[in-house]
């Protein structure tokens, strides 16, 4: 969105106004309330929940000293947080090169760029079906592998699997990290490169020595988002997973499957806080990157 | 070009071999669900269907009722952004405008939504909107789309109430505007462009939404997300194929109408997750 530069947003109409304005947040008000009423609340509840037994009154820890105890449970935060990091490595792979070459100018650059959005900007569900259509038994990419070039004598089995959970994480969710990558690549200064090439580096010294330290906090900040939208995953694998259920799909199957709501409760309580603490590291980055460049 | 030697030609065909691979990797399941959508007993294994039907999207409309359906996803969208933009428009003036004592808290406030998995509020969303009678109702889904689609407005909305440049509103004020004059004339043309946007997000994170849908949606308020996942959930891919053409082209040209308006990294900042 283009803006002009304005000298100082804050001042009201008519007169500068010094002092703090407490009545400004009547405007905000309706919000703060909606927020309450259909965010906090329910929020509120669930952490409610979480403490109660369940079958009757009472406050405990069971269901947190449960689930964090559990091998069951245990399997399933380790899965979540396997696929999301597998996906992350994946994506960063990919995006690097991907941000590299998009830096070049060359024909179709601009439906590059737009395909790199279209996998987080439509409802992952579509794509998720679209994917698991391509990589199934009889799919297209089986099909080629098998009758076309015959490097497999049989079909790859791909859907249901946890490489193939990675791989449409990586689908979906790559975007994330390629466009702040990109954006950290771009705003790298091409005289300092330059500079390097001047010296007699090679182009893999130039990346190595020059292009990769510049890059890094890029690297962590689309790290860090990547694998928050991996970790909240819900739909992609609630139809891709099959046995694998993540910990979002575990907590809708059992609140709405098995109706154990403390117990899902107390998983949603810990994924939310795992989610939380990630985000404020994210910040942290984000602001120490701004106050850099 | 960041600096001025030519590519070697091996290295020129090794990066339009993996563009390429990359356009495939992104493009195919797409492909796959129009000929899954188009194609009559087509099993795989071939690289086509035999021939092409329009019987998905017949079945769609006999057995799921897809008309109702869209125009469900339909008023649910428009609610939702019209709710959105009531609320995040004055929030969005106070923050940009006004000096708001805490506005840090009133922000965090604001983006806490953003900030845990959908999942995680989703569950006490269900149960609490549940209590008060409102799953299955239009008002119920499009209150909980308002949660995902408020705090993007809002930041859409304070960069755009910033930009407005002071002299303007003075010179309103000199040539006689009162104050609800000076917002029609001239506060609302100049941030129709953030307000549009705003709009457009706000449908569109309706319209995509799965999670906060399937807690509560009942028989008279199924989206497009939540059909095509139930249908998909009864073995019909096909049909499930055919819904997801309905609900994909729509978002697309949504989707390409936003791009031109707000720069793709804070869309996805907004869109989902953090």
């Not at chain 1, 259909?38 to 079958?55: C, D, I, M, N």
């Not at chain 2, 965090?108 to 006490?124: C, D, K, N, S």
């Not at chain 2, 029609?184 to 906060?212: C, E, K, Q, T, W």
Request: glycine share 8%; with cysteine.
């Amino acid at each position: 969105m283009k803006q002009q530069p304005v000298e100082s947003p804050t001042v009201t109409v008519g007169k500068a106004r010094t002092r703090l304005d407490w009545a400004a947040w009547a405007l905000a008000l309706p919000l703060v309330v909606f927020l309450a009423f259909a965010f906090f609340y329910p929020l509120g509840y669930t952490v409610v929940q979480s403490f109660l037994k369940e079958h009757g009154a009472g406050a405990t820890l069971l269901n947190y000293s449960q689930f964090l105890a559990s091998g069951k449970g245990q399997g399933v935060l380790l899965l979540t947080v396997f696929l999301s990091l597998m996906a992350t490595l994946v994506s960063v792979l990919l995006s690097v090169p991907l941000a590299l070459v998009l830096r070049k100018r060359f024909f179709g650059k601009s439906f590059i760029q737009f395909l790199m959005l279209v996998p987080a900007l439509i409802p992952a569900l579509v794509g998720a079906l679209g994917l698991l259509i391509l990589y199934d038994r009889t799919g297209w990419l089986n099909y080629f592998l098998v009758r076309v070039v015959h490097v497999a004598p049989h079909p790859l089995v791909i859907d249901y699997t946890i490489p193939g959970m990675i791989l449409f994480y990586v689908w979906i969710y790559f975007p994330y990290g390629a466009l702040v990558i990109l954006s950290g690549l771009q705003s790298i200064d091409p005289s300092v490169e330059e500079a390097g090439v001047v010296l007699g580096a090679s182009p893999t010294r130039v990346f190595w020595s020059i292009v990769f330290p510049l890059l890094r906090p890029s690297l962590w900040a689309g790290s860090i988002l990547i694998f928050l939208q991996a970790f909240g995953a819900f739909s992609v694998p609630l139809i891709t997973g099959g046995n694998h259920r993540p910990l979002a799909v575990m907590i809708y199957t059992t609140a709405t499957v098995f109706l154990e709501w403390p117990r899902a409760s107390a998983m949603a309580v810990i994924m939310g806080l795992i989610q939380a603490v990630l985000v404020m590291v994210f910040r942290r980055l984000q602001s120490g990157k701004e106050a850099t460049s | 070009m960041t600096f001025g030697f030519r590519m070697r030609p091996w290295r020129r065909l090794l990066m339009i071999v993996s563009l390429a691979l990359f356009v495939l990797f992104i493009i195919l399941p797409f492909v796959m669900i129009f000929l899954q959508a188009f194609g009559a007993d087509w099993f795989g294994m071939e690289p086509l269907p035999r021939a092409w039907t329009l019987k998905w999207f017949q079945w769609a409309g006999e057995t799921v009722d897809i008309v109702k359906v869209l125009i469900n996803t339909l008023i649910i969208g428009f609610l939702a952004t019209v709710i959105a933009l009531a609320v995040s428009i004055p929030a969005a003036w106070a923050i940009a405008r006004r000096r708001l004592p805490l506005k840090g808290l009133l922000m965090g406030l604001i983006l806490f939504p953003r900030m845990i998995p959908e999942i995680t509020y989703a569950l006490g969303v269900g149960r609490i909107f549940y209590f008060l009678n409102l799953t299955n109702t239009y008002l119920g889904v499009a209150l909980a789309h308002v949660i995902l689609a408020a705090p993007f407005a809002v930041l859409v909305l304070t960069s755009t109430f910033e930009g407005i440049d002071n002299r303007l509103l003075e010179a309103g004020t000199v040539f006689g505007c009162n104050t609800s004059q000076l917002f029609l004339r001239v506060i609302l043309p100049l941030a129709l462009p953030g307000i549009v946007a705003a709009a457009l997000f706000s449908f569109l994170s309706s319209y995509n939404d799965f999670v906060l849908t399937l807690m509560l949606y009942g028989p008279d308020t199924v989206t497009l997300s939540v059909q095509t996942f139930l249908t998909f959930g009864d073995g019909y891919t096909s049909v499930a194929s055919a819904i997801s053409v309905i609900l994909l082209i729509p978002a697309l040209l949504f989707l390409a109408a936003l791009l031109r308006m707000v720069k793709p990294e804070n869309l996805l900042g907004g869109l989902k997750g953090a």
